[in-house]
C-alpha cells in the first residue's frame, strides 16, 4: 500500500512539474498545446489585427481626411479535448465598443470521421466569404462587407449564431455538406431582435432559422467546416458552392413582419503556375429576400477577386496584389459598390501577413468615398 502510494505521489509531482514547464512555454510562445494524455488536451492561442485608415472626408469637419490607428480584431483562442470524438472551441472578438464578447462556444461531436455535430455559438452555413472571415480572405480583413450581408449586418458578434450544426465530407472530401437551425441573428438594419420586438408591442412567431451548404472541389479537397478565401498557393482549387437560409417571421419591425430568406453560389479557382507563384480567382452572387419590409435589405449582390501570389521571397515575405469588386442592388433602388486595390505582405501564412488597401464606394445619389487602408495581421 505504501508502495502505492510512493508511486502516486510520484506521478503527481511529475505531472506538477510537466504542467508548469507547459505553461512556462505557453506564456513565452502564447500559443501551446497541454497534453494531459488518454485524448485530453488544452490549446491556446491569439489573434489581432490592427490598422491605420485614412478615409476621405472622414474627419470631424466634413472636408478632411480622418486618419486613425485602429484595433479592428482582437480574438482569443481556445481549443480543448476530452475524448478523440469529443472536443471544445472557445473563441472571442472585440465588438464595435471595443468590449470582448464570446465569439464561437462550440461542442464538438465526431459521429464518425466524416460526420460531425456541433453545438453552441458558432458562424451558420453560408457563403465562402462569410465562412473564411476576417483572418483568411483573398484580400485581408472581411471581404464581403457590400455583398455578403448577413456576415456584415447579422450575428450576435462576428455573425454568429446560437444553434446546431451537421456537417461532414464525402467523395474523398471532396463534397462537404453542412445543415443547421439556429436562433436566427440573420437580421437587417432596422429590424428588432424577438426581446424589442416583445417590448415594442410587434407579435410575431418565434421560429427558428434554418442554413444550409453544398459545395463540391473538382481538383485538392477542402475538409473541415470553415472555410478560406486562399490558400496561398498551397493548393490547386476548383471549387462550387451554394448556401442558402430562412427564417419564418425572421424580419421583425415596428411597421411589419416579414419572412426572411437569402442564397447564393460561388466558385473559387486557385492554380499553381510551376516556377512562378499561383493565381486566385474567385466569385460570388446572392439574393435576399424581406418579404418588402426592409427593401434596403433586400435585393441581389454580386462579388468577384482575383489574386496573384509571387512564388519568391521580397525580404522575409512574398508579395500577392489583388483586386476585388462588389455591388449590392437593394430593392429601394440604391446600388453600392465598392473597388479595392491592394498588396498582400505575406510573412507567415495566415499566421503573419500586412497588407495595404485602396477602396472606393459609390453610394447611389452620395458622394464617392475612398479609403487607404493598412493592416498587420498575427495569430500566433
Request: proline share 1%; no cysteine.
Amino acid at each position: 500500500m505504501a508502495h502505492q502510494i510512493s508511486l502516486y505521489k510520484k506521478r503527481m509531482i511529475v505531472q506538477s512539474i510537466t504542467a508548469a514547464t507547459l505553461l512556462i512555454a505557453l506564456s513565452a510562445q502564447a500559443v501551446e498545446t497541454i497534453d494531459f494524455g488518454n485524448d485530453k488536451s488544452l490549446s491556446l492561442g491569439f489573434g489581432m489585427r490592427t490598422s491605420f485608415s485614412s478615409v476621405e472626408n472622414g474627419a470631424t469637419n466634413g472636408t478632411s481626411r480622418s486618419n486613425d490607428f485602429n484595433i479592428d480584431s482582437a480574438r482569443l483562442f481556445v481549443g480543448a479535448s476530452l475524448t478523440k470524438d469529443i472536443k471544445g472551441m472557445f473563441n472571442t472578438e472585440k465588438d464595435a465598443n471595443g468590449n470582448i464578447q464570446v465569439m464561437d462556444l462550440v461542442g464538438e461531436f465526431a459521429l464518425t470521421p466524416d460526420v460531425n455535430i456541433w453545438a453552441g455559438r458558432m458562424l451558420s452555413p453560408s457563403d465562402r466569404a462569410n465562412m473564411a472571415g476576417g483572418y483568411y480572405s483573398l484580400g485581408g480583413g472581411y471581404a464581403g462587407v457590400v455583398a455578403s450581408r448577413y456576415g456584415a449586418n447579422g450575428g450576435i458578434v462576428a455573425g454568429r449564431d446560437d444553434g446546431v450544426t451537421l456537417w461532414g465530407n464525402a467523395l474523398d472530401n471532396k463534397l462537404g455538406y453542412s445543415f443547421g437551425a439556429f436562433q436566427g441573428y440573420t437580421l437587417g438594419i432596422g429590424s428588432l431582435t424577438q426581446s424589442q420586438a416583445k417590448t415594442a408591442g410587434v407579435k410575431s412567431a418565434d421560429n427558428l432559422m434554418y442554413a444550409a451548404r453544398l459545395q463540391y472541389d473538382f481538383w485538392d479537397a477542402e475538409p473541415g467546416y470553415y472555410g478560406t478565401g486562399t490558400y496561398l498557393g498551397a493548393k490547386d482549387i476548383l471549387a462550387v458552392g451554394i448556401a442558402g437560409r430562412t427564417q419564418n417571421d425572421g424580419v421583425l419591425t415596428t411597421s411589419g413582419i416579414g419572412n426572411y430568406s437569402s442564397g447564393n453560389i460561388d466558385f473559387l479557382l486557385e492554380k499553381k503556375i510551376a516556377g512562378a507563384g499561383a493565381v486566385s480567382l474567385e466569385g460570388a452572387y446572392y439574393n435576399y429576400n424581406t418579404s418588402g419590409v426592409i427593401l434596403s435589405e433586400q435585393g441581389k449582390a454580386y462579388l468577384a477577386g482575383a489574386g496573384y501570389i509571387f512564388k519568391d521571397k521580397l525580404g522575409m515575405g512574398q508579395l500577392q496584389p489583388f483586386t476585388r469588386y462588389q455591388k449590392f442592388d437593394a430593392d429601394n433602388n440604391i446600388t453600392t459598390r465598392q473597388y479595392d486595390l491592394g498588396v498582400n505582405y505575406i510573412i507567415d501564412g495566415y499566421n503573419a501577413q500586412v497588407s495595404g488597401t485602396y477602396s472606393k464606394t459609390d453610394v447611389t445619389s452620395q458622394t464617392s468615398i475612398n479609403k487607404v487602408v493598412v493592416a498587420l495581421q498575427l495569430q500566433f
